[in-house]
């Protein structure tokens, strides 16, 4: 057990990667708070996991990330209930792969909103708890795309970009608060995600990757286990590739 006691907040904790990370840290003691977009899809993904094993404490929240203020309330609600944030995950994110000739203002706007405002809103209220509690660990969900960016759907890369900056400069300004800040970046992961890609997308993708498979969500549930843990705890400001070496 290596997170035994400590309280999660997950992003995005549904389905695809987020649901991994929150079975993962629920296996090793963690309390977890998932985040969803819906009422019916938390509700269901909470009992899906109770069901699971009774044991596990989990629940969840479904507030408008794209609003400040609706994630500070989250937040706060959290820390009034468990009485501390120990780990944060921001995993929830969008992608789209137009073509910029057919991309438009408020598509780039939308992914950069989810992408990365969102998660800067989830960390400013949890950070000034985490100072206040002696320190914590935030993992943001970067992407390959942030080292090699892509050939169509300018928005996603550039988000992913940006959420690598926020992850190396946190890192530095909260290390005199015992704050990790890391990120992990997924290859090509099986989920919703990479199913809503075209599929001669897909394939191009899965014929580079030396490993010669996509992701499983837990291989990068795992990356986000040891970046939550004590194991990780000389690590900061990291950007974990978990890509079986894909560099398209
Ligand atoms: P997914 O589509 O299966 O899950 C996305 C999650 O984000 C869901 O839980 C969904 O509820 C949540 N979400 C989406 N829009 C939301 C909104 N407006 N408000 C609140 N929550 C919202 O995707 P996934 O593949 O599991 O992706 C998770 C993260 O991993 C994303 O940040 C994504 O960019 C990143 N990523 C995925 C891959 C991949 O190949 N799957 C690769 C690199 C990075």
Redesign the pocket.
């Given at each position: 057990m290596l997170l035994e006691g400590k309280v999660a907040v997950v992003?995005?904790?549904?389905?695809?990667?987020?649901?991994a990370v929150v079975e993962k840290y629920l296996e090793h003691g963690a309390k977890v708070v998932l985040?969803?977009?819906?009422e019916e899809?938390v509700n269901k993904a909470v009992s899906e996991l109770k069901s699971q094993n009774s044991s596990w404490e989990v629940s969840g929240m479904?507030p408008?990330?794209?609003d400040a203020k609706a994630v500070e309330d989250a937040v706060l609600a959290v820390k009034e209930q468990y009485g501390s944030i120990d780990i944060l995950v921001n995993?929830?994110?969008?992608?789209h792969s137009t073509p910029l000739y057919n991309y438009t203002a408020e598509d780039f706007d939308k992914i950069l909103k989810?992408?990365v405002s969102?998660l800067f809103y989830a960390i400013l209220p949890t950070a000034k708890i985490m100072k206040e509690q002696g320190g914590g660990v935030i993992i943001n969900?970067?992407?390959?795309?942030s080292i090699s960016g892509q050939t169509s759907g300018v928005g996603?890369p550039t988000s992913?970009f940006a959420v690598n900056g926020m992850t190396i400069s946190l890192a530095r300004e909260l290390a005199k608060d015992n704050i990790r800040v890391n990120a992990v970046?997924?290859?090509?992961?099986?989920?919703?995600?990479?199913a809503?890609l075209p599929e001669a997308m897909i394939q191009a993708i899965s014929a580079t990757i030396p490993l010669g498979r996509?992701?499983e969500?837990e291989d990068?549930a795992n990356a986000f286990l040891y970046l939550a843990s004590e194991m990780a705890s000389y690590v900061t400001g990291e950007i974990l590739s978990v890509d079986g070496a894909c560099r398209v």
């Amino acid at each position: 057990m290596l997170l035994e006691g400590k309280v999660a907040v997950v992003t995005g904790g549904t389905r695809g990667i987020g649901r991994a990370v929150v079975e993962k840290y629920l296996e090793h003691g963690a309390k977890v708070v998932l985040w969803g977009s819906r009422e019916e899809t938390v509700n269901k993904a909470v009992s899906e996991l109770k069901s699971q094993n009774s044991s596990w404490e989990v629940s969840g929240m479904y507030p408008d990330l794209t609003d400040a203020k609706a994630v500070e309330d989250a937040v706060l609600a959290v820390k009034e209930q468990y009485g501390s944030i120990d780990i944060l995950v921001n995993n929830a994110g969008i992608s789209h792969s137009t073509p910029l000739y057919n991309y438009t203002a408020e598509d780039f706007d939308k992914i950069l909103k989810l992408n990365v405002s969102a998660l800067f809103y989830a960390i400013l209220p949890t950070a000034k708890i985490m100072k206040e509690q002696g320190g914590g660990v935030i993992i943001n969900t970067s992407s390959m795309v942030s080292i090699s960016g892509q050939t169509s759907g300018v928005g996603y890369p550039t988000s992913k970009f940006a959420v690598n900056g926020m992850t190396i400069s946190l890192a530095r300004e909260l290390a005199k608060d015992n704050i990790r800040v890391n990120a992990v970046a997924p290859g090509v992961t099986k989920t919703d995600m990479v199913a809503a890609l075209p599929e001669a997308m897909i394939q191009a993708i899965s014929a580079t990757i030396p490993l010669g498979r996509p992701g499983e969500p837990e291989d990068v549930a795992n990356a986000f286990l040891y970046l939550a843990s004590e194991m990780a705890s000389y690590v900061t400001g990291e950007i974990l590739s978990v890509d079986g070496a894909c560099r398209v």
